[in-house]
């Protein structure tokens, strides 16, 4: 069996196994969507292929769409090159349930996967006729926060970002300058309505994408590199829109455990690829049963009715505060938590963290108890629900093969928005006093603890990528377990509000986590001890 067109026609074979499979005629949604595509979305990864292509292919199996989705890849045009083009642009999601289910699903939702690069002409020549259709009224992105970011980390601007500002529309080669070439297409055929929709996991995407655009654009017009009336075309919200949205779905990368389910249905070439951009990618993908998307109505050329597949569409204000109910008290939080503390004390997976009592008093903790009082409920998804959801269904979920290193992963660029909104509300409330927090400075001192890069038994560990590292790691090098730490060193990072979200000092909560971190240092189980000591 094979995950290709020629393997999918033994239907029979595939579905005596367990599989759902696509069950509309592909080859007439394909050739409607080549001639009027409506959706094009840019990252071929794990949380699209989980995620909006199979909202897509359960619309088209009810008959609601009649068009496919159309994939762009512009970080890693591999992706494409060896997982879409030798499947066919199938792939098998293996959706892992909390109750020790599994769902086999072959989804062929997307019609058509190309490269962005400017450098292949005939791939960008086709984007650019995409982008030219009266019938697309979208554009979505999952590429990743930092996708967005025109500038290096000491904020300079990137060099190819730096030479597509100087040359124009024509061949950029970043990825932003190539997205702006294909809108600037759409502009020269008619200003026609388009909706650039992130959908990335970050607060105020829609907002990132639209900076982003809109320094192309701007430098562009300056120097006469494009019509001086693009500019106006990507400010005009009747013709281009950027909505803010919310997405929430766990896709860890492709995990041994369900390749090995696969290969014992029989399925032939599922080998994963690392790519020479250190891609994992594999034809499955793994995700949880859980799935949010909030997204703001505002689509000038109209839009599919997802709806009735369970996306939310609302206004900008709602978008908002889902997501700061998420990120900042309801789960991003707890998952952070769980990160930090999961590396110091050996765990391997963030379910198995869930049975550990004073881990899970912990999240709750900080969930019920410090998060709670200060979210501002959206109404369209209850707060408390949602954070029932994530403790008792979403994190302990067995099958999920998440860990609290991927977790770990730039902690210090999650910090201020997953706590410090947190302790920004506490301080401006009359009911509520910084000083009853346990939970949230437990976590900072947790993590100047980690960033030492020794264990609670006392063994060194690998930590996980952080941009800030060689900043931080001096602070806290010559710290021994055993001695009584020093903890003025640390006075530059606790003040550091682009880290906390606040100067802990001025905030009150500077002392607290210094005496927490000394705890924490004391010796072996040092960490487990203070954890059981406050919480």
Not at 167 to 185: C, D, F, H, M, W
Not at 207 to 213: M, P
Not at 241 to 261: G, L, Q
Not at 481 to 507: C, H, W
Request: aromatic share 10%; glycine share 6%.
């Amino acid at each position: 069996m094979k995950l290709d067109q020629n393997g999918m026609s033994d239907r029979k074979k595939w579905e005596a196994l367990g599989y759902h499979l696509p069950e509309f005629d592909r080859e007439d949604v394909r050739k409607a969507t080549k001639e009027d595509p409506v959706w094009i979305h840019f990252g071929a990864g794990n949380i699209f292929r989980a995620f909006q292509a199979n909202v897509v292919q359960q619309m088209l199996n009810r008959r609601e769409l009649d068009k496919g989705l159309i994939v762009a890849e512009g970080y890693d045009y591999e992706i494409i090159e060896k997982m879409n083009h030798p499947h066919d642009d199938y792939t098998i999601l293996v959706t892992l349930k909390a109750d020790g289910t599994v769902e086999k699903t072959v989804v062929g939702s997307v019609m058509e996967s190309l490269s962005l690069d400017s450098e292949n002409a005939e791939e960008y020549s086709r984007l650019k006729e995409i982008f030219c259709k009266d019938s697309l009224q979208m554009a979505t992105f999952t590429i990743t926060e930092k996708g967005y970011s025109l500038v290096n980390g000491k904020g300079e601007l990137q060099p190819v970002v730096a030479e597509d500002f100087k040359s124009g529309a024509e061949k950029p080669q970043s990825y932003i300058g190539k997205v702006t070439s294909l809108l600037y297409a759409r502009f020269l055929a008619g200003k026609k309505p388009i909706a650039m929709v992130s959908m990335d996991n970050c607060p105020h995407n829609g907002d990132k994408l639209y900076a982003a655009i809109h320094a192309f654009a701007e430098e562009w017009t300056k120097h006469e590199l494009a019509d001086q009336k693009f500019l106006a075309y990507v400010e005009d919200k009747n013709r281009v829109s950027f909505p803010w949205t919310m997405i929430d779905k766990i896709t860890p990368r492709p995990d041994a455990s369900v390749e090995d389910i696969l290969k014992k249905d029989g399925i032939e070439d599922l080998d994963p690829v690392i790519t020479s951009k250190n891609t994992y990618a594999a034809p499955f993908v793994n995700a949880e049963e859980c799935e949010y998307l909030v997204i703001e109505d505002a689509f000038p050329n109209g839009r599919p009715q997802l709806e009735k597949s369970g996306l939310i569409f609302t206004d900008r204000e709602t978008v908002d505060k889902v997501e700061k109910m998420k990120v900042c008290t309801c789960l991003n939080p707890l998952h952070t938590a769980l990160a930090v503390f999961g590396c110091l004390l050996g765990y391997e997976l963030i379910s198995e963290e869930m049975k550990d009592e004073t881990l899970r008093k912990l999240v709750e903790r900080i969930g019920y108890t410090e998060g709670l009082p200060v979210v501002v409920d959206p109404k369209i998804i209850a707060p408390k629900d949602f954070i029932d959801t994530v403790l008792n269904v979403r994190i302990p979920n067995p099958f999920m093969p998440d860990t609290p290193q991927r977790i770990a992963t730039d902690t210090s660029q999650k910090l201020a928005i997953r706590f410090g909104e947190t302790i920004k509300a506490y301080a401006a409330s009359k009911e509520l006093n910084v000083k009853d927090l346990t939970g949230i400075p437990l976590v900072f001192a947790g993590w100047l603890r980690y960033l030492t890069g020794i264990d609670d038994n006392g063994k060194k560990f690998e930590l996980s990528p952080d941009p800030l590292y060689n900043t931080l790691y001096p602070y806290v090098k010559d710290f021994k377990l055993g001695e009584m730490p020093d903890t003025e060193q640390l006075r530059p990072v606790l003040s550091n509000a682009k880290i906390f979200g606040v100067n802990l000092y001025e905030a009150g909560m500077a002392d607290v986590v210094c005496e927490y971190f000394k705890e924490m240092c004391m010796g072996t189980d040092a960490v487990r001890n203070t954890l059981e000591k406050y919480v």
